[in-house]
T-cell receptor, first 113, second 116 residues
Framework: GNSVTQMEGPVTLSEEAFLTINCTYT??????LFWYVQYPGEGLQLLLK?????DKGSNKGFEATYRKETTSFHLEKGSVQVSDSAVYFC????????????FGAGTRLAVHP | GAVVSQHPSWVICKSGTSVKIECRSL??????MFWYRQFPKQSLMLMAT?????????EQGVEKDKFLINHASLTLSTLTVTSAHPEDSSFYIC????????????FGEGSRLTVL
C-alpha cells in the first residue's frame, strides 16, 4: 500500500544552517506530495506541495522537488531561523487531491540562536 | 487563513467512560471533515471521513461503534470514544475542507486523550 517515510528527528540546527529533511514514498500511480508544518500549540498548516514529477514546491524559503525516479520529496531550506522550529510532516495523496492524506511520522526541528 | 479548533486540547478519563472531542470550523463551512489518530513517533492515521448530514465513512480496521462520529452541522463534527480503554490513549486530530472547495485542508491543533 501507499506509505511515507521521513527521517527520524529531532533535528537540531544553529540559526542560518542549511536544512534537509528526507522524505521517501511508496505509491501506485502518480500521487500528489505535500509538506505540512505544525508550530507549537497550533494545527498542521500546508507548507508546500507538488502534483507531478519534477515539480518544485516552494514557500517561506522552503523547497521540495518531486523526484519520481527516487520516489523522494526532500524538504530543504538554505538558512533556517529560530522561528522555523516546528514539526514537519511529509504526506501524499494518491487521489491527486487532498483526500485521504497519508502522512509520515513527522520530524521535529529545533533551531537554536 | 481558515481556522479549525478542537476541544478539549487534552483530556484524562477513567477506563470505561466515554469522551467526546469537538472539531469546529470557526470561519468557514465544512461539508467534509476528517479525523486522524497519531501514536507517539508514528504517522497520522486517517480514521474516518465525516460528511455533514450523513454517516461517516470509516477506514479499514477502525471500529465504528467504538469511535462514534457525528457531523450534525456545517461547522461541527464530534468524535466520541466510547467505553475508553488505555489503548485508546492517543493524539486525535481533525481537518476540514471548506464547502465547495476541493482543495486545501485546514487542521485543528489536536486533542490528547489519556485513559487511566
Amino acid at each position: 500500500g501507499n506509505s511515507v517515510t521521513q527521517m527520524e528527528g529531532p533535528v537540531t540546527l544553529s540559526e542560518e544552517a542549511f536544512l534537509t529533511i528526507n522524505c521517501t514514498y511508496t505509491a501506485t500511480g502518480y500521487p500528489s506530495l505535500f509538506w505540512y508544518v505544525q508550530y507549537p500549540g497550533e494545527g498542521l498548516q500546508l507548507l508546500l506541495k507538488a502534483t507531478k514529477a519534477d515539480d518544485k514546491g516552494s514557500n517561506k524559503g522552503f523547497e521540495a522537488t518531486y523526484r519520481k525516479e527516487t520516489t523522494s520529496f526532500h524538504l530543504e531550506k538554505g538558512s533556517v531561523q529560530v522561528s522555523d522550529s516546528a514539526v514537519y510532516f511529509c504526506a501524499l495523496s494518491s487521489s491527486g487531491g487532498y483526500n485521504k492524506l497519508i502522512f509520515g511520522a513527522g520530524t521535529r526541528l529545533a533551531v537554536h540562536p | 487563513g481558515a481556522v479549525v479548533s478542537q476541544h478539549p486540547s487534552w483530556v484524562i478519563c477513567k477506563s470505561g467512560t466515554s469522551v467526546k472531542i469537538e472539531c469546529r470550523s470557526l470561519d468557514f463551512q465544512a461539508t467534509t471533515m476528517f479525523w486522524y489518530r497519531q501514536f507517539p513517533k508514528q504517522s497520522l492515521m486517517l480514521m474516518a471521513t465525516s460528511n455533514e448530514g450523513s454517516k461517516a465513512t470509516y477506514e479499514q480496521g477502525v471500529e465504528k461503534d467504538k469511535f462514534l462520529i457525528n457531523h450534525a452541522s456545517l461547522t461541527l463534527s464530534t468524535l466520541t470514544v466510547t467505553s475508553a480503554h488505555p489503548e485508546d490513549s492517543s493524539f486525535y486530530i481533525c481537518s476540514a475542507r471548506p464547502s465547495g472547495n476541493t482543495g486545501e485542508l485546514f487542521f485543528g491543533e489536536g486533542s490528547r486523550l489519556t485513559v487511566l
